[in-house]
């Protein structure tokens, strides 16, 4: 029988505590070693237990459960961290899994839920309650292509510049000595990249950023 995964729960509330270690004790292959209410206490335990998983708050006594994260994954590298917490900021998902955590499940998961992500991440998954996972994927994409001039190569974003001055392709040609057909693929990539569809459009983007020849 494979051995019952080593679990420690950080949380400055014992009622919840409780409810947490109880949820996790009623399966057969997994089991509490330890309970901490700071994240001091959380990473001294840490290293004197060793468990397979830490189950941390953002929010807690002393330096909270973010910083407990980066201490526990630097000086206890086999524990795995979920954070388990109210908080739904975005700055707070990305510090936690900047630090090392491998999980980010919302308080008032139901006890199955809980335990999936728990087995999850023990098998070397990374898990984060779904809603959240979509919406920060969503904020990452929508930054990505906020501003889409910065994903032109130099070449690229000298020839827009020039669009922007109202140039023709066959000028532009011969103002950077490129064949005007050369000219008309780096502008068929350009319309592609920004999501506009013509020239003019493009040129009004340029002139936005002031872009320079």
């Known amino acids: ?49 060793l468990p397979d998983l830490a189950m941390l708050d953002v929010a807690m006594p002393g330096f909270g ?30 510090a936690a899994l900047k630090a090392g955590a491998r999980g980010y499940v919302l308080k008032g998961v139901p006890g199955p839920g809980l335990v999936h992500a728990v087995r999850a991440i023990i098998a070397g998954e990374v898990y984060v309650t779904p809603t ?40 532009i040609g011969e103002r950077l000595y490129l064949a005007e057909k050369t000219v008309k693929h780096y502008m068929t990539n350009v319309l592609k990249k920004l999501h506009v569809r013509s020239r003019v459009e493009a040129a009004l983007l340029a002139q936005r950023r002031e872009f320079e020849s």
Request: charged residues 25%; proline residues 4%; aromatic residues 0%.
């Open 132 to 171: 959240l996972a979509t919406g920060i994927l969503h904020e990452m994409t929508r930054e990505s292509v906020a501003d889409p001039i910065d994903a032109l190569t130099p070449r690229e974003g000298e020839i827009l510049a020039l669009v922007g001055d109202g140039l023709t392709n066959r000028e």
């Open 65 to 94: 459960g973010i910083a407990a994260t980066a201490e526990m994954t630097a000086r206890c590298p086999a524990t795995a961290v979920l954070m388990l917490t109210v908080s739904e900021d975005p700055d707070d998902l990305l």
């Open 1 to 49: 029988m494979t051995d019952a995964v080593r679990i420690l729960v950080a949380d400055d509330h014992p009622l919840f505590r409780d409810g947490v270690v109880s949820t996790l004790s009623a399966e057969d292959d997994l089991t509490v070693v330890g309970e901490a209410s700071t994240g001091e206490e959380a990473v001294e335990l840490a290293v004197e237990l």
